[in-house]
């Protein structure tokens, strides 16, 4: 059997832990090429991957074309995305593509155009849709438990050394990444779009920055650090390739995203939704409490509990654990779905479609709270080609 060869274009945190998982302990795929701009990230890469022979590419487009890359993944920053997807389109390459897809409209809708008529694979990396505890939810629907969706809750809201790492990290700045909601909760906005089966069509939001601001620095001394001396909302410093080399305090960064964000939604099946996201939390939650004709279902990945009762004078509560945690213990499941594309042709269970059904919901979201209005996103749907 012939190796697939893997070509990494951002080869930070996310990517190389994904490729590790992909490539370690089978012989069948492996990570033939790299390129990033950081020294730090192409060793982080070499090590994990088990790839110290990979060849190393300055230019992108290089990578894209090695005779070896059979398939692109790309983890840059979101702002690079779009380059780099295009371009391995352009060269018939299957792409794996970190989410989220873009950080605009304009280059979601170019690129659904590019894939479309190309025979070729696109995985996004929407891990929780691999996920134990969002399958389940997803079946309990299915299998009529709750009847019809009529309306539902759903949140992100992150502990308070996670909120301390984006607010020191590149994600800071739209210009970078997108909005946090685009960056962070388009993983959300997936969800719910796949569990209703719908697109939102009108919203509004209020969203701000209230914590991470320089008045409240000296926050940071007033909690005890961890036994190992690490001070509070900086834990997670050593995670990126950008906050390690710059270690900055996360209330004294100059940024431009907001710290927490309320959303109201309506989908085009007439099911209606509010979202919450804060980035300073004690209880981490990523939480769906939905509300159907004939049932509630009620869930939050990070416990890993799912509890679900019909409506009726005694029925009942079902409770089920499920794998637990900020990605519900997908990881694995990704990597397996990844492989089996590269290796056997599957299609990906999410692809570039989906990732441009999240993106959009987040910019109409943050059309929203930028404006204080109320935002008709069927425009917005025009404008990708697709019908909510
Ligand atoms: N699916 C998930 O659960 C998940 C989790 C974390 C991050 N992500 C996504 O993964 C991506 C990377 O995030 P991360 O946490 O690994 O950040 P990171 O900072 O650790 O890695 C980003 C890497 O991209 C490199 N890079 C930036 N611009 C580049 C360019 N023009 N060309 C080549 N390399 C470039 C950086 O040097 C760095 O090594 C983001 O899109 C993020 O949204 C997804």
């Known amino acids: 059997m012939s190796t697939v060869g893997i070509g990494l274009i951002g080869c930070g945190n996310r990517l190389t832990e994904v490729m590790a998982r992909v490539v370690q302990g089978h012989e069948g795929v492996r990570v033939t090429a790299l390129c990033d701009v950081s020294d730090?990230?192409?060793?982080?890469?070499?090590?994990?991957?088990?790839?110290?022979?990979?060849?190393?590419?300055?230019?992108?487009?290089?990578?894209?074309?090695?005779?070896?890359?059979?398939?692109?993944?790309?983890?840059?920053?979101?702002?690079?995305?779009?380059?780099h997807i295009l371009a391995a389109l352009e060269a018939e390459k299957h792409v794996f593509s970190e989410k989220p897809l873009t950080i605009n409209i304009e280059d979601c809708a170019l690129l659904k155009k590019a894939i479309e008529e190309k025979k070729l694979l696109f995985s996004m990396g929407f891990i929780l849709r691999y996920a134990e505890f969002y399958r389940r939810v997803k079946a309990l629907i299915e299998d009529g438990v709750i009847g019809e969706i009529v309306s539902f809750e759903f949140n992100e809201t992150l502990d308070f050394n996670h909120g301390?790492?984006?607010?020191?990290?590149?994600?800071?700045?739209?210009?970078?990444?997108?909005?946090?909601?685009?960056?962070?909760?388009?993983?959300?906005?997936?969800?719910?779009?796949?569990?209703?089966?719908?697109?939102?069509?009108?919203?509004?939001?209020?969203?701000?920055?209230?914590?991470?601001?320089?008045?409240?620095?000296?926050?940071?001394?007033?909690?005890?650090?961890?036994?190992?001396?690490?001070?509070?909302?900086?834990?997670?410093?050593?995670?990126?390739?950008?906050?390690?080399?710059?270690?900055?305090?996360?209330?004294?960064?100059?940024?431009?995203?907001?710290?927490?964000?309320?959303?109201?939604?309506?989908?085009a099946n007439g099911v209606r939704a509010t979202f919450h996201t804060n980035l300073n939390t004690a209880i981490p939650e990523r939480r769906f409490y939905l509300c159907g004709t004939k049932g509630t279902i009620r869930g939050d990945v990070m416990a890993g509990h799912i509890e679900y009762r019909r409506i009726g004078f005694d029925p009942g509560t079902v409770h089920e654990k499920t794998a637990s945690g900020g990605h519900g213990g997908a990881d694995g499941i990704l990597a397996d779905g990844i492989r089996d594309s590269m290796l056997n042709g599957t299609v990906p269970v999410v692809g570039l479609e989906d990732g441009v059904k999240s993106a959009v919901a987040c910019f109409g979201v943050d059309k929203a709270m930028d404006s204080g209005q109320v935002v008709d996103l069927r425009p917005m749907w025009d404008l990708v080609d697709i019908q909510p």
């Open 40 to 83: 730090d990230a192409l060793d982080l890469a070499r090590r994990r991957c088990e790839c110290p022979d990979a060849v190393v590419h300055q230019d992108y487009r290089d990578l894209i074309n090695d005779p070896s890359v059979d398939w692109v993944a790309v983890g840059s920053w979101n702002c690079f995305h779009k380059e």
């Open 164 to 267: 301390g790492y984006i607010m020191q990290d590149w994600r800071r700045f739209r210009e970078n990444a997108g909005t946090h909601l685009l960056e962070k909760c388009s993983h959300d906005f997936d969800l719910a779009n796949w569990l209703t089966g719908s697109l939102p069509v009108r919203t509004a939001s209020f969203g701000g920055l209230s914590f991470f601001t320089p008045e409240n620095a000296g926050l940071i001394n007033e909690i005890e650090p961890t036994e190992d001396g690490v001070p509070a909302y900086q834990t997670w410093q050593q995670m990126g390739i950008y906050t390690r080399a710059n270690r900055l305090n996360p209330f004294t960064t100059e940024k431009n995203i907001i710290d927490n964000q309320v959303v109201i939604l309506e989908y």
